[in-house]
């Protein structure tokens, strides 16, 4: 099994977070751990981001990512500063060359079958579908995945605790990222960690 596979199936759900706030980052890291999922995605969106993934890499249990990843500068900024994973919303030669000369797991975002297959001819067959609702939903998930055997996703955006039973039930999909888990700039941990609970017990439907 790969090292991305077994990122992938530590738990159904990825958080996927967007943190402003360096002080938040070990309590939130924290609760979500403490809920049942340890693999953690902070996205590039604030300034505060590298630092989060610092603080959070310390964390035990935490398997921390980055998230919106678009340029080699940002890959090489994430993972000096302990990110396990990358994700990225899209997928450029120059990005996948330079996840692919780094050897860190790298979860490249593709939403039709053209990005798929320009992904497959790059050697990535573990694929982030987004935005998941917006690019047409589970439909055209299954559509493609009829046709790409070997390929198996994480849908991320506009995915919730209600809907992401179904998403799991598809075979392709190793598991699923969410916004849910906790909200920005939140700091009602006993509550990220509910939440966090229920997530990790998630099957499909």
Known sequence: MSPLDQIMGLAPVIPVLVVDDVALARPLAQALVAGGLPVLEVTLRT???????????????AVVGAGTVLSPADLAAATAAGARFIVSPGLTPRLGDAALA??????PGVATAGEIVG???????????????????LPALKAMAAVFGGVRFCPTGGITEASAPEWLAEPAVACVGGSW????????????????RAAAVLKGA
């Open 47 to 61: 300034p505060a981001a590298l630092d989060v993934i610092r603080a959070m890499a310390e964390v035990p249990g």
């Open 102 to 107: 780094s050897g860190v797991p790298f979860l």
């Open 119 to 137: 992904a497959l001819e790059q050697g990535f067959t573990r694929l982030k579908f987004f935005p998941a609702t917006a690019a047409g939903g």
């Open 181 to 196: 888990l906790a909200k920005r700039g939140e700091t009602d941990w006993a509550a990220i960690t509910a939440r966090a």
